[in-house]
């Protein structure tokens, strides 16, 4: 049996989705999943322009940066670089390791050097001009940037005031939350000397696991009854491996 379609057709609809003004009636269900299918078709091939757009933007933008140290062969650096390294953030990342410097001149490497650091600004900037909230895309941009080329276990941790808003950010690559003790009486003197009501902290496993272990959620359980009794709150100890995020706060295990 059939199933039965309208054949109206708003004027000005075109594309591989639209209706066929021509057909009346009914038609089969091969049909509808033939009409599917080129819909299908059509939204793959559009995905797959957009991605080829977004490659070819980020080619001719490092082309630029290396125009200033070859620009006989820009584009082909630029094109080995992408390459080797899947996109010009993760480029951008690399800049001051040995591996870029294998690929092209020390000089490249101290611009692109030079372009993630006014890139990690800008950043900053936007989570210092703002209130801080993990389901901003300018703060998850940020804390990504910012573990991008760690490879330690490192500690961040965001000092705020009793609005949310940013006032300052302190690094501790320390490696490891075994001394608990330190890592509180430290933290504990910044924020009582800037006024911080509120903490946000962040570090990154680079092991590619997002979970706190069991070390992550006994530090953070102490440093929050720590802060209590100051009248500070934790509100959100964020782990960052690559482009994933796990939110302590969202999965229950800050009291």
Not at 133 to 153: A, C, G, M, N, Q
């Amino acid at each position: 049996m059939g199933l039965r379609t309208s054949t109206h057709r708003s004027r000005g609809t075109s594309g591989a989705c639209a209706p066929n003004p021509d057909r009346s009636g009914s038609i089969s269900s091969d049909e509808v999943f033939s009409e599917l299918r080129s819909c299908s078709t059509s939204l793959r091939r559009l995905r797959d322009k957009s991605a080829t757009i977004q490659r070819d933007r980020q080619r001719f933008v490092l082309a630029d940066l290396v125009h200033f140290v070859d620009a006989d062969r820009a584009l082909e650096i630029s094109d080995s670089l992408i390459a080797r390294f899947g996109s010009i953030g993760s480029v951008l990342s690399a800049a001051n390791q040995p591996l870029v410097e294998d690929i092209c001149e020390p000089a490249l490497a101290s611009i692109l050097a030079c372009a993630r650091a006014a890139m990690m600004e800008s950043l900053h900037e936007d989570v210092r001009r703002s209130t801080f909230d993990l389901s901003d895309d300018r703060t998850t941009k940020y804390l990504i940037s910012r573990f991008k080329e760690v490879r330690i276990e490192t500690l961040i941790s965001f000092f705020l005031d009793s609005n949310m808003n940013y006032i300052v950010d302190e690094m501790d690559m320390s490696g490891t939350f075994s001394s608990i003790d330190i890592n509180i009486r430290k933290l504990l003197r910044i924020a009582v000397s800037i006024g911080s009501a509120n903490i946000v902290l962040s570090h990154n496993h680079p092991s590619g696991n997002p979970y706190p272990s069991k070390a992550d959620i006994v530090f953070t359980q102490v440093l929050s009854d720590a802060c209590n009794t100051l009248g500070i709150r934790i509100v959100d100890h964020i782990l960052v491996s690559g482009t994933k995020l796990f939110s302590m706060r969202n999965a229950g295990l800050i009291r």
